[in-house]
T-cell receptor
């Protein structure tokens, strides 16, 4: 299974863009990059996923490098409610589709 | 549209007891996955059910077992509880076989404490 590496913590000022990096240097060609976040004591929340093209939805943007060895999740205008643990996950190939969570990045949005 | 629900919210058991946790999947979803999240750690995959059959299992002993019912709701059973089983147990549902790119939607979890 491909593994991911994320910084353990990051700070961001409210209203500014939060850029969360993720390394996944051993990713396979048919594996997707997923991002989830978990606000304290709640279940993880799906944010976005992509294969090789950049993706954008109402929550965030996902930028994947051309070699697919790393990606960046961008929250364009962070709010205090975006304070959470953010998980970068490479979707396991095969038909179980299990998610392998690492330690994630704790993002603290400050006023 | 109703999201994923889990019951109970909190549970306290003693070592050696058995516990059953329940999950109702989101409307239209036929795949349910269970995860265990110890304090300060990321969730760990336990197993997945697709159309009432187990469809993949993580590194958990046989005393962790499950069921999925015709309405796609699911149960997680843990026998002979150990102190290390204390954790947040998360259920996630998705549409179709989860080998597709369909995202998994998580419930709020059940907090199990084993004394």
């Amino acid at each position: 299974d491909a593994k991911t590496t994320q910084p353990p913590s990051m700070d961001c000022a409210e209203g500014r863009a939060a850029n969360l990096p993720c390394n996944h240097s051993t990713i396979s060609g048919n594996e997707y990059v997923y991002w989830y976040r978990q606000i304290h004591s709640q279940g993880p929340q799906y944010i976005i996923h992509g294969l090789k093209n950049n993706e954008t939805n109402e929550m965030a943007s996902l930028i994947i490098t051309e070699d697919r060895k790393s990606s960046t999740l961008i929250l364009p205008h962070a709010t205090l409610r975006d304070t959470a643990v953010y998980y970068c996950i490479v979707r396991v190939a095969g038909n179980t589709g299990k998610l392998i969570f690492g330690q994630g990045t704790t993002l603290q949005v400050k006023p | 549209e109703t999201g994923v629900t889990q019951s109970p919210t909190h549970l306290i058991k003693t070592r050696g007891q058995q516990v059953t946790l329940r999950c109702s999947s989101q409307s239209g979803h036929n795949t349910v996955s269970w995860y265990q999240q110890a304090l300060g750690q990321g969730p760990q995959f336990i197993f997945q059910y697709y159309r009432e059959e187990e469809n993949g299992r993580g590194n958990f002993p046989p005393r962790f077992s499950g069921l999925q019912f015709p309405n796609y709701s699911s149960e997680l059973n843990v026998n002979a509880l150990e102190l290390d089983d204390s954790a947040l147990y998360l259920c996630a549902s998705s549409a179709g076989l989860a080998g597709t790119t369909n995202e998994q939607f998580f419930g709020p979890g059940t907090r199990l404490t084993v004394l």
